[in-house]
Every structure is written in C-alpha cells, then in structure tokens.
C-alpha cells in the first residue's frame, strides 16, 4: 500500500496540530468536579455574627414549619407534581404521611406523593444539619456607603466574628467577603477594608484562612481591575506567609460592558485569564445589570428576558473554563405583612398567601436557572433557604431515573470498550453525567448509595472524576 504523505512531513504536521490541541486543552479544561455550592447567601457585613448562618438555617426552619407544616401544604403551594391529587383534610394528610413514614425508600418511590413527601423531609432535615453553603459578608450593597471610620471599625469586627466561627466551626462550609468595586470613586475604600479584614483574620488565627475562602469582586468592567487585586493578594500572602495563590476570587456579571466591550467583543475571558489563575466563579448580579440595560425597577426580575441573554453569552464565553457560574436573587421576600402575636384568621391569611406567592416566584426563578445550567443563585433572607432547596431537590429528584439510566448505560458501553481494548476518549459526556450526581449528593438531594444503581463503586464516585474511573477500569482489566 503506497501513502502519499512521508513519515517526517506527517509528524511535523501532527506536531504542529498537537500544541494547539494543548493550548485548547489549557484553555477549556472542562467542568470542575468540585464542590460547588447551590447558593450564595449575602449579608450586611455590620450584622454579621460567628453563628450567623446557624441562626439562619433556625429561622428558615420555624418559617418552612409555620406556613408548610407538612408535604402537602408545601405541595400545593408550589404545585409539584401530582399535587392536585393529594388530600385536603388534615386527618387524611396526617394518614398519608403516617403511611409514607413506615415505607422504605424503594417502597416509598412507587407511590405518586413520593417525590413532594421526600422534597419536604430533605429541606427539613438540610434546614437542621447545614442550611447555609455559601456565605458573603458584604461591604458593598449589603452594607452601602457609610462613614470611612464606621467601615474599618465593621471591616475588624466581622474578621474578628469570622475568627471566633472558625474556632466554634459555625460558619457555612464555604465562605468570603464582598468588598466595594475597584471603580475611580470606590478604589480606595475597596483595598482599605481588604487589607483591614485581611489583616485582623490572620493575626487573629495565625495566618489560618476559613475553607474555601473567597474574595468576591463585585461591578468588574476591565482586566485591570482583576489584576489589581491579584497584585494586592500576592502583597498580603507575602506578608503572612501564606502559600502562592491560596486568595481566591470571584469576579461579578453586573454591567452591559462586562458582556460586550467598546470593540463590540465579549471579554470575560480577558478577565478570567486577568486573574491569573484565581478567579473561581462568575456571579450574575440581576439588578445592576437590568439597571445597566435600562429596565425601571417594576421590571427588574430575573424573568426578564435580558438577563437570559447575559447568561447564554456568559455561559458561551465561560463554558469549559472550570469557571463556576452563579444567577442572581429573588428580590420577592417569604415574609408576612402582619406581625405579632394575636392576629386575626384574615391576617393569618393574608399572611400565609403573601408568603406562598413569595415562594412559588422563588421557586420558578430558581427552577429556571437550574434548567438553564445555572447551578448556583443568590439568596438574600433566611426565608428564602427553604425554596433554595425545594426547587433544587425536585430538579434533581424529577430528574433521578432519566440520569441513572443515562449514566449506567454510559458506564456499560465504557466497560465494553476497555474490555476490547477500543479507544474510549468520551470522557467529558461521562463527566457531565457524574457531575449530575456529584451535584445531587452534594446538596442533599440524593445520597452516595443511591447513586449505585449507575453501575459505579462508592470508591469510584467519590474520585469526583470520569477519567479516573476509566483509567482505573482500564487497569484492572
């Protein structure tokens, strides 16, 4: 058989094709298979407390337990699936749920209120054991523009807070600040409280940062603003002796500029490479943005369409970065309009269906952007933690059997083309898969066991990796 390419021309065009193929690889190393946290939940930096978030997930609870106080209120509220067939009288919900209680969790799927009754008990039981993932203590809107001296005095007191909650091991498992924008007018004040809450943090725990500490950079426009504050963070690692590139930030999608620039470019990739490795997350900020697009303020929601648009371009622009994206907030709050002790049945009422409609927006908002690849949203009042986690547990739940078939069936066909020793190089589809799972168990959703049924050792979905556990198949084989 006779080729009409030569051996040396073929290897120095293969070895040309190989370095971009690398650089790309560089560039677009896929999905991480981290942790990623469902929420961010933010707070003015001058409220908070070492148990803040604790605090939080006891007042989500008492509000989940006053307005739903069993699945089928909760059911009906939001109008989960099947919801129209679930009783009405107390006797037979109490019947209901006394017969769903007894049943095991195998037993319990074949019944049509499987999916409502185990949404309802998961909040419950994330509610008690870990109800905030993600805080951030905010210096920016959360806390607005207040005296220079009142910030510093804030900026010490929520690192010294922040020092005892490490020590008490009462904060959320992930973790950080939000300072003010490195804009003109604000620079100053932005480096100032960093270097203030910074300093206090470490001399206060021996140069110890929480886990998975985050500096979050809110109103980014230009690279410069991200290179700034990696020079700031390599100046305070130099001087507390802390490991090259252990200050981590986020950067903010809040500004038209940030989609598309003077020359009609998007340049989130500019930022993100800015960061020079740092840069973890892009957060979407649904008010400023829509304020940036002109929208009035009855119209600034995350249903709105521009904010769609900002996060299909984000999601173009970042895809296979290993950048984790978040959506915005619900600016619609699960609280009453009446308060105290003797209200009336009218105002209970009231009540309760301000605090239902306040739901089931969160709900759809938060629904949507899970739908949209959108893992992560902001949450801004402990009552909202309880829709956080209804609208994720029924996505992933509604979602469970469609992805271990998928998955097994992916697992089966990689066994096969290891067995016969075939090229098996689709390991980013598989990933994908597992990372619905590896999200899932992370949150609460699902738990480690139930995530066999895919055909997949504990050992090997607790390597986080498809790669690996293909390398692993391939070695036992």
């Known amino acids: 058989m006779k080729f009409s390419i030569n051996e040396q021309d073929k290897t120095a065009l293969l070895d040309s094709l190989k370095t971009a193929n690398l650089r790309f690889q560089q560039n677009y190393p896929g999905d991480k298979s981290e942790r990623q946290a469902v929420h961010t939940v933010y707070g003015g930096a001058n409220l908070f407390k070492s148990d803040t978030t604790v605090r939080m997930g006891e007042i989500a609870l008492k509000n989940l337990q006053t307005y739903a106080p069993n699945f089928v209120v909760l059911a009906k509220a939001l109008q989960l699936n099947g919801y129209e067939h679930l009783p009405h009288l107390e006797k037979d919900i109490a019947q209901l749920n006394s017969k769903l209680d007894k049943l095991s969790e195998e037993e319990r799927k074949k019944e049509a209120s499987w999916l409502a009754y185990s949404v309802y008990h998961k909040i419950i039981r994330k509610l008690e054991k870990e109800p905030v993932e993600d805080f951030r203590i905010d210096f920016e809107d959360g806390f607005g523009n207040r005296p220079d001296e009142e910030e510093d005095t804030t900026a010490v007191q929520a690192a010294n807070e922040l020092a005892l909650g490490m020590k008490n091991a009462t904060i959320s498992p992930f973790i950080g600040i939000r300072i003010k924008p490195f804009t003109e007018d604000l620079k100053f004040r932005g480096v100032r409280t960093l270097d203030l809450f910074l300093s206090t943090l470490l001399e206060k725990t021996g140069g110890k940062l929480p886990d998975n500490f985050v500096v979050m950079l809110p109103k980014v426009t230009i690279p410069e603003q991200v290179i700034t504050l990696v020079r700031l963070f390599e100046i305070i690692e130099k001087q507390f002796n802390l490991a090259a590139g252990i200050l981590k930030m986020e950067t903010m999608v809040e500004a038209t500029q940030i989609i598309m620039d003077e020359e009609g470019r998007n340049p989130l990739m500019k930022i993100i490479r800015a960061s020079e490795g740092r840069c973890i997350a892009a957060h979407f900020g649904t008010y400023d943005y829509t304020a940036s697009c002109g929208i009035t303020a009855k119209y600034q929601t995350m249903a709105h369409p521009v904010c769609d648009f900002a996060h299909h371009v984000t999601k173009v622009a970042l895809a296979g970065t290993g950048i984790f994206l978040s959506d915005g907030a619900t600016n619609v709050m699960p609280i009453g309009p009446h308060r105290g002790e003797n209200l009336t049945f009218e105002q209970l009422n009231e009540n309760r269906e301000s605090v239902h409609n306040a739901w089931k927006t969160g709900f759809n908002h938060t629904t949507h952007s899970l739908i949209n690849g959108f893992y992560q949203g902001w949450d801004l009042n402990p009552a909202q933690l309880p829709m956080r986690y209804a609208a ?86």
């Open 392 to 477: 994720t547990y029924n996505f992933f739940l509604s979602s469970y059997e469609d992805a271990v078939f998928r998955l097994k069936t992916f697992v089966e066909r990689a066994a096969v083309s290891t067995l016969t020793g075939d090229i098996f190089d689709d390991a980013a589809t598989g990933q994908g898969l597992l990372n619905f799972f590896l999200k899932a168990m992370n949150c609460g959703a699902i738990s480690e066991e139930e995530a066999l049924v895919t055909g997949l050792t504990l050992d090997e979905i607790r390597s986080r990796s498809f790669f690996r556990i293909l390398e692993g198949r391939r070695q036992k084989s």
